[in-house]
């Protein structure tokens, strides 16, 4: 039996969606929700997708495949999440959005239901203090892909109860996670190291260092990471990473550490998002054909 029999997962995006199926994976029953039809439509072909690349791969059967899919059910009002142990919010990056949910969320679940929310920058302490019970409020952040990234950050809000931390510390394992504790400061750890791979990577592409192919190469060969930042960029979605850069500017002040750059801002004002919509810093239009 999981930690957390009953999971609601808010947002049936890319990552709401993986979510979703790790949780299905360690046997709860997940809840689906999504204010946008289409994307509720979306997620569990996603899913089966996902799942059938790992029967192909030997990773899992058939059978076993077919029992995670009938765990996972959409549903179309946030009262159908009441019966919830954990609610994990994976709506978009805006405190306003994240706010008015958890305040819907206060008299629709049980009380000792635990509410996370997966932002990645956001101060938990804050949507926490718009909540009746904040004790039970914490921060869940996972990295994209979700199934396969081994990291989550557990957040403690201010008022975070430590039994709640424990807890979820308790069901990352249980989803075959490797759980970090960390306060709530802007950007928690990941984010906040990541902010000048990326800010020093725009720059030099800015001032015309190198182009963005150049730059990539060379943080993945002389450097080992496996992917360059604009590639990871447009894998996260430009929009989110310029949300998460403007984010942690803000929170510290608009220390110049972490200012976000103008190429961040006109590549989502064209709507070249990454992956996700098809360009990004790189062509991916061939991939959808």
Excluded at 64 to 85: G, R, W
Excluded at 122 to 129: E, P, W
Excluded at 247 to 261: G, I, K, L, Q
């Amino acid at each position: 039996m999981p930690t957390f029999p009953s999971v609601a997962v808010l947002g049936a995006g890319t990552m709401g969606s993986g979510i979703a199926q790790l949780c299905a994976q360690a046997g709860s029953t997940v809840f689906l929700f999504d204010a946008f039809p289409d994307a509720l439509k979306r997620a569990p072909q996603k899913i089966e997708k996902d799942l059938a690349k790992g029967v192909e791969l030997g990773k899992l059967s058939k059978e076993q495949a077919k029992v995670i899919v009938d765990l996972i059910k959409p549903i179309n009002l946030l009262d159908e999440c009441k019966s919830a142990d954990l609610i994990i919010e994976a709506a978009s990056e805006s405190l306003e959005v994240k706010v008015e949910l958890f305040s819907q969320l206060d008299d629709r679940v049980g009380h000792d239901c635990i509410l996370s929310t997966n932002t990645s920058s956001l101060s938990v302490t804050q949507i926490a203090a718009k909540t009746k019970y904040p004790h039970r409020v914490c921060g869940f952040h996972f990295f994209n892909p979700a199934t396969r990234m081994r990291l989550v950050e557990v957040v403690a809000a201010h008022q975070t109860d430590k039994s709640v931390i424990e807890r979820i510390v308790a069901y990352a394992i249980e989803l075959e996670k490797t759980p970090v504790v960390t306060k709530d400061t802007p950007g928690f750890i990941v984010n906040r190291v990541a902010r000048p791979y990326y800010g020093e990577a725009l720059r030099a592409l800015g001032e015309g260092l190198a182009d963005h192919m150049t730059i990539d190469r060379i943080m993945r060969e002389g450097g080992g990471f496996k992917m360059g930042p604009f590639e990871l960029m447009d894998l996260i979605g430009i929009d989110i990473n310029f949300a998460a850069t403007s984010s942690v500017w803000e929170a510290y002040f608009r220390d110049s550490r972490y200012r976000p750059h103008l190429i961040q801002k006109q590549m989502v004002d064209a709507g070249f998002l990454g992956k996700k919509s098809g360009r990004g810093f790189y062509d991916y239009s061939a991939e959808g054909k």
